[in-house]
């Protein structure tokens, strides 16, 4: 991430011992690790706000193209109640011979 070196990291190493000194370094590195777990957490946090916000979104655009293309298709092909079938395409009209026990006619051939 910080694309830092083995002589950059000795370097820092050997500031910290200077600077906080050998006897509260432990103390410091626990300190800035607690930190660092809060950052990642508010980050990562941060981060899922922001994917479930992003895929709130796409689901309502997606229900948006949805119900333009079921609006053009029903635009496109009227509903069935419209029209009405004749009696002998109908469902009773097409189950009535089998229903009284008539011997149905074989369909004609190609």
């Known amino acids: 991430m910080f694309d830092i070196g083995a002589s950059e990291l000795l370097l820092i190493v050997i500031v910290a011992v200077v600077v906080i ?4 370094l432990p103390l410091a590195l626990r ?5 660092m777990a ?11 706000g ?31 109640d419209a029209y009405p079938m004749p009696a002998a395409a109908s469902a009773e ?10 011997p149905q006619s074989p369909p004609p051939p190609p």
Do not use: C, Y
Not at 21 to 24: L, Q, T
Not at 65 to 78: D, G, S, T, V, Y
Not at 93 to 102: K, N, S, T, V
């Open 93 to 102: 009209g097409a189950l009535a011979p089998a229903a009284q026990g008539e």
């Open 38 to 48: 809060k950052v990642r957490k508010v980050s990562s946090h941060f981060r899922s």
């Open 21 to 24: 000194g050998p006897k509260d």
């Open 31 to 35: 300190t800035a690790g607690r930190w």
């Open 50 to 80: 922001l994917d479930a916000m992003i895929r709130e979104a796409e689901l309502e655009e997606l229900e948006r193209e949805w119900k333009e293309r079921n609006e053009a298709i029903m635009k496109a092909h009227p509903a069935a």
